[in-house]
């Protein structure tokens, strides 16, 4: 039977507060994340330990994805160092995505076409500024394995309504997104359709509110979620903390974040109800294994929400979000050669390095002569995305342009091979020769007007 | 190699240049004449069109190449080429020359060294964002790369580049055509706001406008235009590997200045750096470069640097001034035109024209630049006879 048999998670570490310093606030990506990058490293977390070309598929659920067409999950098979022939597909559109992106991937393993599947979901989604709707909404990315050895929580069955309504939406072309007055929208949106999936649901499986462990629900806000996990029959220890205030409201992440953060507490024999709403609802039953309590080293939800730093400004947050009109056009320049990156994709996307056969040096980027020993196209691959490096030395670059200056940058050692990048997330205070970072996928520009990704360096924390 | 190639072979008898700075009133053409017919009177040259057999000329931000020069100075029916080398370009370009007549092809050959980069609207070279690694492609971030282990290292600090802006703000006041005449202190540098750490305002050179040019002939010739002729020893350039991507690199040094000084040395007969030679012009681009190429040329230790900057050693009155007419940093630095602006310096300080800034007993100059990330040095040694 499918299930999940790995999960992982990605919060940024900036927090915006909601009011006073100290009190409610939510999470929010730094200005070199977006949906992407932030799946990319919510994929790295739940791929700890794991051989990356045993990965089949990739699903990648976002609504607030930077293409219209052009693949995410494509870019984030790269950036994973995946196989050539792993089946990628996006989720989109709707805050069910999530979900959407779970089931399609759990109905691959039931049937065959997929051994293991990585489901990731990601959103960064924008409401108009200052306005209540904004305060909600929080930045995250949630990744799941799945498959049919190994599982940590095996895949029940499912329940879904479909529904058209007005009430949450974002046009092409609109960065905002927009919702219908509150109280018509709670009621006969979220609501109705989440009480008509779980009642479906729980009645098909033949099981009680009160067998449910812990109910992993979506809520548009706080008291919406209260509202509704009462009126399904649940006791507050029975519902997983929504985490408004602390993150918010991560779109088509949401439910997934919830879910991992469900998983982490890694009890055997847990029956968790996975609820997200959009356009309908979607309701699944899973039930925890022993294999639950054997899962380590992942980071998940709670290691990423105790990592954290304040946005230093409101203001701040508007201008990395390009709200705000600045001197500097960051979507300037004609940006990338699609010929030049055709041809250092495995170098810049993968961040794959070459180790010489005959000497050993690893070297960075790709060569045809050995920097060490001169041999010629003597070399073997090595991914340096997941390995741990070393700062050899740095600079605060105040004239290169950037939101946030200084601009951190220097030579990291990974391997013994040298790397000239910029160090993300990072408190210039704390750069030290030889501190350890590890390495995170990014935005580097907008050049063109496009989002174009790099690595960066950041503190291993 | 053979080091002996070229040794006295060549003799500088003209050299012009025109006032750097930011000549938003010039074109190209307006610098390149001013630097070439400076050249020329120097020279006594009174037909440039009969005299001139070949021009090598240098720029790294040229918009019309070769023509530019041609062009300017209607130097037609005659060979002109163009060199790029990074901010080794100008040396480069001069070591063309020195090649083409010491092998004999022509008698007297014209070397221009030129470049216009206020035109371009911004301060520090663009960046062209076509990919997506090498960034931030500042100037004062790859050169402050090395800041972080030597000073860690050696126990040097912001103070010991401030005293380098100081000793070449002084210098650049004594120079009529430099660009900026200001006399600062070392709590200006120091207070001054970063550009990329450690580097604030002082520690980097001014990027400006500007051409210089030579006028090179055959030693047997020399004579018949002018006495004080002074003569090429040496002209080496080295290229090192990336910083940025070197497997090896310590981030003490930049090697490619240690690569081109041992061939220029080796040419020249010089063993001993500090004593042999008499007055130097070294790449300060930004002031961490200077204090890197007293050690990488061999003018004082590995880690000493900061004693002989508080000891004087490399003022106008040290035992071996460096930048006299201030450096790129008050000079200025249109990176095409700095070696030959380099060479010019030398050759009047030999000639004793260096006015308030003329050091004593200068008999062997040497000058010196490095561009790229840094990837690219020229080293030439110009001597009386």
């Not at chain 1, 990291?412 to 408190?427: E, H, K, P, S, W």
Request: hydrophobic content about 40%; aromatic content about 8%; overall charge neutral.
């Amino acid at each position: 039977m499918a299930g999940i048999t790995g999960y992982g998670a990605y919060v940024p570490m900036l927090r915006l507060a909601l009011g006073k310093k100290g009190g409610p606030e939510r999470a929010v990506a730094n200005w070199d994340e977006d949906a992407v990058t932030m799946a990319v490293a919510a994929a790295i977390d739940a791929l700890r330990g794991i051989d990356r070309a045993s990965v089949d598929a990739v699903l990648f659920a976002s609504t607030s994805y930077p293409f219209k067409e052009k693949q995410g999950a494509a870019i984030i098979a790269k950036a994973l160092d995946l196989r050539r022939d792993v089946s990628t597909t996006d989720v989109g559109d709707s805050l069910r995505a999530g979900t959407n992106a779970l089931r399609a991937g759990l109905d691959a393993v039931n049937a065959g076409s997929a051994k293991r599947v990585l489901v990731l979901a990601a959103d960064t989604r924008m409401a108009a500024p200052r306005t209540a709707l904004e305060a909600n909404i929080g930045d995250g990315a949630a990744a799941f394995l799945l498959g049919a050895d190994d599982v940590v929580a095996t895949f029940e069955r499912s329940h879904t309504v479909s529904d058209e309504i007005i009430d949450v939406w974002r046009a092409d072309g609109d960065p905002f997104v927009h919702t219908w007055e509150d109280r018509f929208v709670v009621d006969h949106g979220y609501r109705d359709n989440v009480v008509e999936a779980v009642r479906g649901l729980l009645t098909k499986a033949g099981v009680a509110p009160k067998d449910v462990t812990k109910a992993v629900l979506f809520g548009p806000d706080a008291r919406s979620h209260a509202t509704v996990a009462k009126k399904l029959g649940f006791e507050g220890a029975q519902v997983q903390e929504p985490l408004f205030g602390r993150l918010g409201n991560a779109g088509a992440a949401f439910t997934p974040l919830l879910l991992a953060a469900a998983l982490a507490e890694g009890k055997a024999g847990q029956r968790l109800l996975v609820v997200s709403y959009g356009d309908g609802a979607d309701a699944l039953l899973f039930t925890t294994t022993p294999q639950a309590e054997r899962l380590e080293g992942r980071r998940g939800v709670a290691w990423h929400l105790a990592r954290r730093a304040e946005m230093p400004s409101y203001d701040m947050y508007l201008k990395f979000r390009q709200l705000l009109a600045t001197e500097h056009d960051r979507r300037a320049g004609a940006g990338l050669s699609a010929t030049k990156h055709f041809r250092d994709r495995d170098s810049d996307i993968t961040l794959r390095a070459q180790k010489c056969r005959r000497c050993g040096q690893v070297q960075f980027p790709r060569q045809r002569v050995c920097y060490k020993c001169f041999a010629k196209d003597e070399f073997d691959a090595v991914r340096l995305s997941d390995k741990v490096g070393t700062v050899k030395s740095f600079t605060f670059d105040n004239f290169a342009g950037s939101p946030n200056p200084p601009l951190v940058a220097g030579i990291v050692d990974v391997d013994g091979a040298r790397l000239y990048i910029q160090m993300t997330d990072v408190d210039p205070k704390e750069v030290k020769l030889g501190m350890p970072v590890e390495l995170t996928f990014r935005k580097i520009h907008e050049a063109g007007g496009t989002p174009n990704y790099f690595w960066k360096s950041t503190p291993l924390r | 190699m053979n080091k002996d190639a070229i040794r006295d072979k060549v003799a500088i008898v003209g050299m012009g240049c025109c006032k750097f700075g930011e000549n938003w009133d010039k074109d190209p053409q307006d610098m390149i004449v001013e630097a070439a017919f400076e050249a020329y009177a120097d020279a006594g040259i009174q037909d440039p069109q009969r005299q001139i057999e070949a021009v090598f000329c240098g720029a790294q931000y040229p918009s019309k190449g070769t023509a530019e020069v041609a062009d300017a100075l209607k130097l037609f029916n005659r060979p002109v080429s163009m060199v790029v080398n990074y901010c080794a370009t100008g040396t480069d370009a001069f070591r063309y020359g020195v090649f083409a007549v010491a092998c004999g092809m022509y008698d007297t050959v014209l070397v221009v060294g030129f470049d216009k980069p206020k035109d371009r609207g911004v301060s520090g070279p663009s960046v062209a964002v076509t990919g997506v690694r090498g960034l931030p492609a500042t100037p004062a971030g790859w050169f402050s790369l090395c800041a972080a282990q030597y000073f860690q290292t050696y126990g040097a600090g912001r103070e010991d580049l401030a005293r380098i802006a100081v000793k070449n703000h002084h210098n650049g006041t004594l120079a009529p055509k430099s660009m900026l005449k200001r006399e600062i202190t070392i709590e200006d540098a120091l207070n001054a706001r970063i550009i990329s750490w450690p580097f604030g305002l002082y520690d980097c050179a001014a990027q400006s406008d500007g051409a210089a040019a030579a006028i090179i002939t055959r030693r047997e010739l020399a004579k018949g235009f002018r006495d004080d002729y002074v003569l090429v020893r040496a002209i080496a350039i080295a290229l090192g590997p990336n910083p940025q991507e070197d497997p090896d690199f310590d981030f003490l040094r930049w090697k490619p200045s240690a690569y081109a000084a041992e061939q220029a040395y080796a040419q020249a007969g010089i063993t001993n750096p500090a004593k042999e030679i008499s007055v130097a012009q070294v790449h300060d681009c930004f002031t961490l470069t200077e204090l890197l190429a007293y050690e990488d040329l061999g003018f004082c230790e590995k880690g000493s640097a900061k004693e002989h900057i508080k000891s004087g050693t490399f003022e106008l009155t040290g035992s071996l001034p460096v930048n006299t007419d201030g450096g790129l940093k008050t000079f200025g630095h249109p990176t095409g035109a700095t070696g030959v602006r380099m060479i010019y310096e030398n050759y009047k300080q030999l000639q004793g024209k260096a006015e308030q800034r003329q050091v004593r007993n200068a008999t062997v100059g040497l000058s010196h630049n490095i561009g790229g990330a840094p990837q690219a040095c020229g080293v030439c040694i110009v001597a009386l006879p």
